[in-house]
């Protein structure tokens, strides 16, 4: 157990990348404080669950007193809460608009924001964004900018955080293996059509793991012990002008 007696808190931990990296963290010794809309998917995990919507400010400030309390200083915040839709731009509603940038940009950004002062000298927050920041994905372009924003930020806290030696990075996956494959609402046979279009377009011709997404972040965080303000790619070549 590489981690033992560090401590992390994973956002959106219940399902998908971000349990795959509090499984992960379990395994190698670490107290794990995770989030989920519902905690009902966490009983079998060996971790404190919170349920949290990170569109709402007063869960945020909630969280802060559950962490502080729970875990005190932590070694790792791995922000990872989001959602995707495949709505074209012009069917795009405000009210979708809203919930896109409330979840993935504001909740990411008010989540470190508040978190940030419990992050131990010589620790790392953690962001995922998406491959759909550098590309031009039908359906995607409300996500995206979602993700880029938080790219964004990334850099702006990596250097306002440099001097108490605290790192801020961002993984960005490509397509990955998960149930959902990231996007909400769609039919079943449109969800079949975007991972047969990932398998086509990603130069490696596959998807990714969740296991390969979870050691990238565990890197991230206690391995590149130089790096901040990076975006470690988990894509299989999609975002990097590779053609296969």
């Not at 996956?173 to 494959?181: A, C, K, L, Q, W």
């Amino acid at each position: 157990m590489r981690y033992r007696g560090k401590k992390a808190v994973v956002t959106g931990g219940t399902h998908g990348m971000g349990r795959a990296t509090v499984e992960a963290l379990l395994a190698e010794g670490v107290e794990v404080l995770l989030t989920g809309r519902t905690t009902e998917k966490a009983r079998d995990l060996d971790a404190h669950a919170v349920a949290f919507d990170a569109a709402d400010l007063d869960d945020v400030v909630r969280l802060k007193g559950e962490v502080a309390s729970k875990l005190g200083e932590v070694d790792l915040v791995f922000i990872n809460v989001g959602f995707a839709t495949l709505t074209p731009f012009d069917q795009a509603t405000a009210a979708e608009y809203d919930r896109t940038f409330d979840v993935n940009t504001k909740g990411a950004f008010f989540t470190a924001q508040h978190l940030a002062p419990l992050v131990r000298e010589g620790g790392s927050i953690v962001f995922t964004t998406s491959v759909a920041t550098v590309l031009g994905s039908p359906g995607m372009s409300v996500y995206a900018g979602a993700k880029a924003a938080v790219r964004a930020f990334a850099r702006g806290f990596a250097a306002e955080l440099a001097a108490r030696d605290v790192r801020v990075n961002v993984v960005s996956p490509g397509f990955i293996d998960t149930p959902s494959m990231g996007v909400t609402g769609v039919p079943r046979e449109v969800l079949e059509e975007f991972k047969e279009e990932g398998d086509r377009i990603t130069p490696l011709r596959r998807h990714g793991t969740m296991d390969e997404v979870a050691k990238a972040v565990l890197f991230l965080a206690f391995e590149a012990t130089f790096t901040t303000g990076a975006e470690l790619a988990v894509d299989g070549g999609l975002g990097q002008g590779i053609s296969a």
